[in-house]
């Protein structure tokens, strides 16, 4: 079974500052990795998505991740955050092989700060 | 378009009662999901159908049951609801497989308390 692995569970920024959250995934073949986020009472939505090639995916809302295969690694990034960006993220990859369903991490909590 | 459907948004259940949570979609997805969300442990699958009359069990479905009838429909069935199944419930649907794609269209979750 594959997965993936956040490490940060709570983050809080100011506005203005600059985003990076983790995202580790564990494994070697061919890999396709997503971000979904969840925004204060509302469901989930993907945020962006790699499938292959550029390493560098960029998503909604100024949102961008980059894909390091030496790392094992698909963080999101982000130059200035807003206090709109509050919300929590979730990074996710297929389950298994057949790629029928996402497993997620274990999400990080972003507090943005005005 | 109303997506992803859940009823009910709010429920508390006394423990060993069963209840079934509703999940419909109207796209016309043949992938639906059920996911449950813990503080701090991410969401965790509980079962999927790839199609109506096919389930398979997901990362954590001991305590659940599910079927698939149609392809808008994909009920849970909590038997004999015990305070770990205290949680936020989610459906998903997709097109294919979400591993194939990453999209997941998703309700707006059920929150159930077990007391």
Known sequence: AQSVSQHNHHVILSEAASLELGCNYSYGGTVNLFWYVQYPGQHLQLLLKYFSGDPLVKGIKGFEAEFIKSKFSFNLRKPSVQWSDTAEYFCASPMDTGRRALTFGSGTRLQVQP | ?115
């Open chain 2, 1 to 115: 378009n109303a997506g992803v459907t859940q009823t009910p948004k709010f429920r508390i259940l006394k423990i060993g009662q069963s209840m079934t949570l509703q999940c419909t979609q109207d796209m016309n997805h043949n992938y639906m999901y059920w996911y449950r969300q813990d503080p701090g442990m991410g969401l965790k699958l509980i079962y999927y159908s790839v199609g109506a009359g096919i389930t398979d069990k997901g990362e954590v479905p001991n305590g659940y049951n599910v079927s698939r009838s149609t392809t808008e429909d994909f009920p849970l069935r909590l038997e004999l609801a015990a305070p770990s199944q205290t949680s936020v419930y989610f459906c998903a649907s997709s097109y294919s497989g979400a591993g194939n794609t990453g999209e997941l269209f998703f309700g707006e979750g059920s929150r159930l308390t077990v007391l």
